[in-house]
Nanobody
Framework: QVQLVESGGGLVQAGGSLRLSCVAS????????MGWFHQAPGKEREFVAA????????NYADSVKGRFTISRDNAKNTVYLQMKSLKPEDAAVYYC????????????WGQGTQVTVSS
């Protein structure tokens, strides 16, 4: 079992920045690829970004490429999502997720952190 706790959400003006953090506990952090997803009201949960267990490989949704950066610090069991040039359409609950190395699925999820972007 992996427990994930997100933080760093809040209210920001359009064009601003936020950094989300997700601390993992319970199992060896490097056994997992990590990802960020978001869900806006009335919409499906959507993929935002993912990073491999080593940090050597990253992947982004087209909508955030060039604006968001995912990173991880394996010594701190933490994954980050640096968000810049935020747009109103980025507003959502952001969820951290963990998936075992060698798989394409995310098995463990955090409770989410709210990001609100004012125009």
């Amino acid at each position: 079992q992996v427990q994930l706790v997100e933080s760093g959400g809040g209210l920001v003006q359009a064009g601003g920045s936020l950094r989300l953090s997700c601390v993992a506990s319970g199992r060896t952090f490097t056994a997992y690829n990590m990802g960020w997803f978001h869900q806006a009201p009335g919409k499906e949960r959507e993929f935002v970004a993912a990073i491999s267990w080593s940090g050597g490989s990253t992947n982004y949704a087209d909508s955030v490429k060039g604006r968001f950066t995912i990173s991880r610090d394996n010594a701190k069991n933490t994954v980050y999502l640096q968000m810049k040039s935020l747009k109103p359409e980025d507003a959502a609950v952001y969820y951290c997720a963990a998936g075992r190395r060698g798989t394409e699925t995310f098995t463990y999820w955090g409770q989410g952190t709210q990001v609100t972007v004012s125009s």
